[in-house]
């Protein structure tokens, strides 16, 4: 990107940017943390790493040079930047600069001038010779020549609307009309607007300072004297006054002539003493005839005194400063001698007037006139250097102006004046000639160039001592300018992708100036031009650097237009050599944009330039076109589009593979490759696997702007992603066969591939997704089955060994549990079949849930049914069909599970005993838990999340895993309640030993009372409540804490009352006709007593403790109380059935 020179620093930062805030807003919130803060803290790195740590005040000067070349530039930066580009020295350009008076705009003028005639003297040429260049056709010869004339008349149209500067405020120029027609070829038409002497009426400014005067004796030194001065036909100016004794002033007097010749005077006076003096006394006057070449500078000027004056030797001392108007091109004395102006061989005072662009006038002016006295229009005359004419007395140097039918002599003094008058009509007359001097006329040199008139000799002396004189003298209309524009263009260019702005081959504007003034003044073709322009350009796309297609389409569209004949400027002619190089090009160009196509991602890297891929797009659809007017089918376009993205796909893919090192070109390599073990050869297609997803998101979002300019941009980039992946799944293919067999490594590969391509419009159960899916439908269907297999194993072997000790459910805790950094997740990918208990999980077994086998079994059981869940699998049926069989393996692992524990149940509760030592093993509460634990995970792994057809057929199914639960949930509460129940038939077995008419009961009764004579004896009966309540309550404890369902305590305690109540109502029913015995009355209450309040604690429902069977016990053991107290009141010892807060707990 950096090379191409096709990114701007701005365009590196946005990328940065983008890529950064896509990282940054995928990670977790940090607390305390904004994300803003943290991109913002990115980004102000970047800004130090790319300017370097540099000092801030170094910045503003480099962002002033880099982008100096985007400004409209002076005529000084652009000498300075052309001279950069041509490889010309400082020295040679201020040569050529003076030697051609690059700074003398009536100089740059002329030599347009002469360019322009010397470019219709080769066209009329050309006309004669018929050498013309080689047409598609024979009628456009003519053409060729109508439009040389034309471009050269729109020129010389351009020029003459150029204002002439005024040289006052009161000088009007008479603008000349004059058609765009022949009339610029036939110079000295009879017909053409002749001037008239109104339209050279010139106009001066004049500066008269007076400064003393010398020599005056005849006057007191304290007399006022004073000056007056006026140009005659003007105001008069009068100085300040000042005394005879010192006659200084330094007065500026400022006037305005129209004269080219005025008269000044200048006159010295004195104040009258006078009474009867009406004007003041004159003591001297002296007259000037000033012109603009006079001296500037202050002279002594002899003063014309009154007769009989004293000051005979009176001076005056002032400056007479007359400027020269811009239209005047020089002035000065010359004689002359014509057949049509100037009939008689006189030393007149000539003025050369320009009256516009191409209008330049001789003129001769007499003193005093405004208007000249005879002029002569230089339109159409050559002026050149001639020997002295003999016959001719007065002037040296002579030198004419000729035209058909006319012939005018001047003559100066001198030669310097001559060659300046030269030179100046010269640059009037606009001819191609260059006048020598016959003393310059020996200096020709060896290529037979002459030495230009106009230039200095010191100049060109000097240019010729550093060989520059071939250039200076140089005629322009000789060069071939198509090659020297061809060869301008180029450097411009290299030197324009040089500098340090992104330009993407655009010209700078001070560039595009000086290139169009270039074919404008020297006639390069458009079509040249541009056809030159896409040469250079491709050139440079081809080497790497990146190129604006909108710039090669707005040349190519020029050439286009031109060659098949649809300029918008009408039709133009066409060159053989045109329309081949144009044919050329195109081709050319096809190939460079096919190319560009192919390597988007090089080409275009994250989208940039904006929009080129785009422009790419459009402007191959125009290469294509046959012609410029017929459209080309889509179909074509598209075609060869889906060409170029086939090699994209395949380039795209090689140089991904080359960068993550997968193949291998040198073939140690390769065979390091053949020997790399399955789980390398598969951590390297993972790793792969993720840059081709990585690539084709980025094809998404850099380079759809395609759709842009097609429509179907997306279907054929989906086609190139279809070719790219196809290219992967061969290394694919190849790697997952090195994996053994049973191998489940190759499952996270299936994830990260479907994840992205089950998101994709285009992609989604494409080609390659199916390719996918039949790779890893046997892999899941043989995962399931082993895992099927094992799980049942395990159910078997595990229930068989199971030691029933509780442990912490892990399903529940996998969420909040710290996982380790294994491969086996059950929530990604569990190493099975080998699929027990993590290690890892033994610290966190608590004695409150199931058993480590039922745990393990829902654990895989959800580990399986999540595993198959994150495979997404994109096929609907095949999808419900992995569902609905995980449903069904789960229903038939808990039933087999459930039957299990129910039968484990039971054996364990025949093992307990039946007497009050029992106390509910913890084994017995996992079973119940396991019991619990299968009825919620039923729920959860058993329930099919299909549509409704399946609702029905589904529902009958679970609902029997459902029903099997619960039937079994309440056996083992029966079975449970039978076992407790048992225990407190044992303890009423004990008490029938005292029943009425027994001989225990007498025994007992005899003993006791005969014994409570002599000791304290405890009270009989009470160990035995006490003992009996005890165990309630220690097993009431057990399951409240051990047993996770509420919802089953409460049963169990329920059954367990009314078990309990039942048995003791029966026990009392079988006594009806028996008075209970005092220890069995007084165990019989504290029991009952204690068993309701025990429940009622446990949260056992009034209406369940308040039965009839209740009722029925609690009236009988009040009566038999009741009975007691009569017979025997003290032998209950305070129990009673009476509710009091201050019994014993």
Request: proline content about 4%.
């Amino acid at each position: 990107m950096v090379h191409s020179g096709g990114c701007s620093a701005n365009d590196f930062r946005d990328v940065f940017k983008k890529n950064i805030e896509k990282r940054v807003r995928s990670l977790p919130e940090i607390d305390g943390l904004s994300k803003e803060t943290v991109l913002s803290s990115w980004l102000a790195k970047y800004d130090a790493i790319y300017r370097g740590e540099e000092d801030f005040c170094k910045q503003p000067n480099r962002m002033a040079l880099s982008a100096v070349s985007e400004l409209i530039l002076s005529k000084e930066q652009l000498y300075e930047m052309f001279q950069q580009i041509l490889g010309i020295k400082k020295l040679e350009h201020q040569l050529i600069y003076n030697a051609c008076q690059l700074d003398n705009a009536d100089e740059q003028a002329a030599q347009i001038r002469r360019e322009l005639d010397g470019r219709l003297q080769l066209a009329e040429q050309m006309a004669r010779e018929r050498k013309f260049p080689k047409f598609i056709t024979r009628e456009m010869e003519n053409m060729y020549i109508e439009e040389l004339r034309s471009s050269v008349n729109l020129l010389m149209a351009n020029l003459e609307s150029l204002p002439v500067s005024k040289g006052g405020p009161e000088f009007k120029l008479q603008k000349l009309k004059r058609s765009q027609n022949s009339a610029f070829l036939d110079i000295g038409d009879e017909n053409e607007v002749q001037l008239s002497k109104s339209d050279v009426v010139l106009s001066f400014t004049l500066e008269i300072v007076i400064m003393e005067v010398q020599g005056l004796k005849s006057v007191a030194p304290n007399r006022i004297v004073y000056c007056t001065m006026e140009v005659e036909g003007g105001e008069k100016l009068q100085t300040d006054q000042a005394e005879a004794s010192r006659p200084q002033w330094g007065t500026q007097g400022d006037f305005t002539t129209t004269h080219p010749r005025p008269v000044v005077k200048v006159k010295l006076f004195t104040e009258s003493t006078g009474v009867l003096a009406l004007e003041d006394k004159e003591l001297g006057r002296v007259v000037l005839y000033p012109t603009s070449n006079s001296s500037k500078s202050p002279d002594l000027h002899k003063m014309i005194v009154p007769k009989n004056s004293q000051d005979s030797d009176l001076k005056i001392k002032l400056a007479v400063r007359m400027d020269k108007p811009p239209h005047m091109k020089h002035c000065g004395y010359l004689y002359a001698l014509g057949q049509k102006v100037w009939k008689r061989w006189k030393k007149r005072y000539f003025v050369l007037v320009q009256v516009s662009q191409y209008t330049f006038a001789m003129c001769s002016y007499r003193e005093k006139k405004s208007e000249p006295q005879e002029l002569m229009q230089l339109e159409g005359y050559t002026v050149d250097y001639t020997a002295p004419h003999t016959g001719l007395q007065g002037g040296r140097m002579f030198f004419n102006a000729v035209k058909e039918g006319d012939t005018v002599i001047f003559a100066s003094d001198d030669e310097q004046d001559r060659i300046l008058w030269v030179q100046a009509m010269y640059r009037a007359t606009g001819q191609s000639y260059k006048p020598v001097p016959a003393s310059q006329a020996q200096k020709m040199n060896p290529k037979g160039g002459d030495v230009s008139a106009d230039i200095s000799p010191l100049y060109t002396d000097r240019g010729q001592k550093h060989g520059m004189e071939e250039f200076i003298s140089a005629n322009p209309c000789k060069f071939d300018h198509a090659f020297l524009f061809q060869l301008l263009q180029r450097q411009t260019l290299d030197h324009r992708l040089n500098d340090s702005y992104s330009c993407l081959g655009w010209f700078s504007p001070g560039q595009v100036f000086v290139l169009d003034e270039y074919c404008a003044r020297y006639g390069v073709r458009g079509c040249h031009r541009h056809l030159c322009y896409l040469n250079e350009l491709i050139e440079h796309s081809e080497n790497g650097s990146v190129i604006d297609p909108t710039l090669l389409h707005y040349s190519f569209a020029f050439c286009a237009s031109h060659v098949h004949g649809n300029r918008p400027d009408g039709i133009g002619t066409v060159s053989v050599e045109e329309k081949e190089r144009f044919e050329e090009i195109k081709d050319r160009l096809s190939s460079l944009l096919e190319n560009q196509i192919s390597h988007f991602r090089y080409c275009f890297p994250f989208g940039r330039p904006e929009g080129a891929l785009k422009a790419t797009l459009s402007l191959l659809e125009r290469v294509l076109m046959k012609d410029i007017a017929t459209p080309i089918p889509a179909e074509e376009v598209k075609k060869v589009v889906r060409k170029c993205l086939e090699k994209a796909a395949l380039i795209n893919y090689t140089r991904l593979t080359e960068y993550a090192k997968i193949e291998a070109t040198a073939e140690k390599d390769s065979e390091a490759m053949n020997q790399a073990t399955p789980a390398r050869k598969l951590e390297e297609v993972l790793h792969l696997a993720e840059l081709c997803i990585e690539v084709l998101q980025q094809n998404e979002e850099h380079h759809s702007e395609g759709r842009e300019a097609f429509a179907w941009w997306p279907e054929l980039l989906a086609e190139h992603a279809e070719k790219f992946l196809s290219l992967y799944s061969v290394d694919m293919d190849s790697a997952l066969e090195a994996q053994p067999q049973d191998s489940w490594d190759s499952f996270p590969l299936f994830q990260l591939l479907n994840n992205s391509l089950r998101n994709d419009t285009f992609l989604c159960n494409g080609k390659f997704h199916k390719h996918l899916q039949e790779i890893f439908v046997p892999m899941v269907i043989r995962y399931i089955d082993l895992m099927e297999s094992s799980i049942a194993q395990s159910i078997h072997r595990g229930l068989e060994q199971e030691s029933w000790q509780p442990v912490k459910s892990i399903t529940n805790s996998l969420p909040n549990v710290a996982l380790p950094k294994v491969p086996s997740l059950p929530l990604n990918l569990p190493q099975m079949p080998s699929f027990t208990t993590p290690t890892w999980m033994t610290s966190m077994y608590e004695s409150t849930n199931g058993s480590a086998t039922s745990e393990d079994l829902f654990w895989k059981l959800d580990a399986l049914q999540m595993f198959v869940f994150d495979l997404h699998w994109p096929e609907p049926e095949f999808a419900h069909h992995l569902e609905q069989r995980l449903k069904l393996m789960a229903t038939d692992m808990i039933e087999a599970c459930v039957k299990r524990t129910r039968i484990a149940f039971e054996v364990k509760l025949q093992k307990t005993n039946k007497s009050t030592d029992l106390r509910i093993p913890s084994s017995l509460c996992t079973m119940f838990n396991v019991l619990v634990d299968a009825k919620k995970q039923t729920a959860k792994l058993c329930i099919l999340e299909g549509g409704q057809e399946f609702a029905s057929q589904w529902q009958q199914y679970h609902s029997k895993i459902d029903d099997l639960v619960e039937e079994t949930v309440k056996e083992i509460i029966s079975l449970l309640v039978s076992k407790v129940v048992s225990v407190l038939e044992g303890v009423l077995s004990k008490l029938s030993r005292y029943d009425e008419g027994t001989f225990f009961s007498s025994l007992v009764s005899f003993t006791v009372k005969a014994a409570a004579k002599y000791v304290d004896v405890p009270k009989p009966g009470m160990d035995l409540a006490d003992t009996y309540i005890m165990f309630v309550r220690q097993n009431q404890d057990i399951l409240r804490e051990k047993v996770n369902e509420e919802m089953y305590i409460e049963k169990l305690f329920d059954q367990w009352y009314s078990g309990s109540m039942k048995v003791i109502c029966m026990w009392l029913a079988d006594r009806l006709d028996l008075q209970l015995h005092i220890y069995q009355l007084k165990t019989l209450i504290k029991i009952v007593k204690k068993t309701y309040r025990d429940f009622r604690l446990q949260g056992v429902m009034e209406g369940t403790l308040n039965s009839k069977t209740y009722d029925t016990v609690h009236s009988r053991l009040t009566v038999e109380e009741a009975t007691v107290s009569v017979t025997d009141a003290g032998g209950l010892q305070g129990i009673t059935m009476k509710d009091s807060d201050e019994e014993e707990g």
